[in-house]
């Protein structure tokens, strides 16, 4: 039998793809990932039933009585005439003998998968398929035998928090997003010297002048932000850039709340309250949650003027 046939190829071609996926995700390239996904999920499912029995991947047609017996390794046949099972039909032999269960999700990401070679799929549903992915492939890994980490190996921890129920689906969006920069960063460097990349994280930001906390200009409803250098960002490690908004004001103090957080370097993002407290709930550097200001008539004019205009 062919050696592109066997479980190990198989299993090759399925991580190759997977790894492509979750890039695919993070750029992010929603239609690319669907397909990437599903072809991934294709050629494990294939390599579980390879790893079985190598006829289990027989397509059912005409020359079915010659694929069974080309797969059993007694009948020589040209490559070319060679069919073996889709993504579908590979699945439903594996719920047959209970190595998958039904999942609506992981056949809506097959969908997917074969609509992204035609047509182009919903982006925002593509998105959301990284869960149906990672516990089909997990599900599948445990009957290979084969460890989680040598099947996604940096994208391991991202894979984990996706499918980790016991954490809302905000802070495993963050945490994914966070491996997902922090790879395309470490990316950019690859065959490069070591300098190269320190350079670009000890380079000032744009923006440099606003390392200090002062009111600077308006979101887009209006109200006055404070931007300041945040600290380390989480996923390159570079000086990331925190937005406050006004949560409270005295006649003498406005205290702000952190709203937001960028890094130009590796273009991380997260915004708003339930964001940024799964960011403060993540294994990244502390970051400045609230900052209080003294104010009175010495305030530039603008801020007063916008201030008061709040109040209105």
Known sequence: MNDSLSSESFFHGAKKAAH???????????????????VAVEKLAKAVLVSKNPVYIAEIRNNSADMVLYLGGHLQVDEEK???????????????????????QLDLLIEMRNGAAHTAPDSTLAEGMISPLARTVAAL?????????????RWTDAV?????????????????????????????FVGLPAEVKEGALRAPQPRNEEWFVRPTEYLKDGIVVLKTSGGECPACGGQGLLTF??????????????????????????????????????????????????????LPPEVLKALDEEDA
Not at 250 to 274: I, V
Request: hydrophobic share 35%; aromatic share 6%; net charge negative.
């Open 160 to 188: 984990k928090a996706a499918v980790n129920e016991q954490e809302d689906q905000v802070f495993r969006d963050v945490q994914l997003r966070i491996t997902q920069a922090r790879h395309a960063f470490e990316d950019r």
């Open 82 to 104: 060679v069919r073996t099972v889709g993504a579908m039909e590979a699945i439903k032999r594996l719920r047959k003998i209970n190595v998958l269960q039904p999942d609506p």
């Open 245 to 298: 908004e006004p949560a409270s004001r005295t006649a003498t103090n406005t205290h702000y709340s952190a709203n937001g957080f960028g890094c130009y370097l590796c273009n991380f993002e997260a915004s708003g309250p339930d964001e940024m407290a799964a960011l403060r709930k993540a294994n990244t550097p502390p970051m400045m949650t609230t900052v209080s200001v003294s104010h009175g008539p010495t």
């Open 141 to 153: 890994l445990g009957d290979l035998g084969e460890p989680l980490d040598a099947f996604w190996e």
């Open 20 to 38: 492509k996926a979750m890039d695919d995700h993070g750029r992010p390239e929603h239609d690319e990932f669907a397909l990437h996904a599903g």
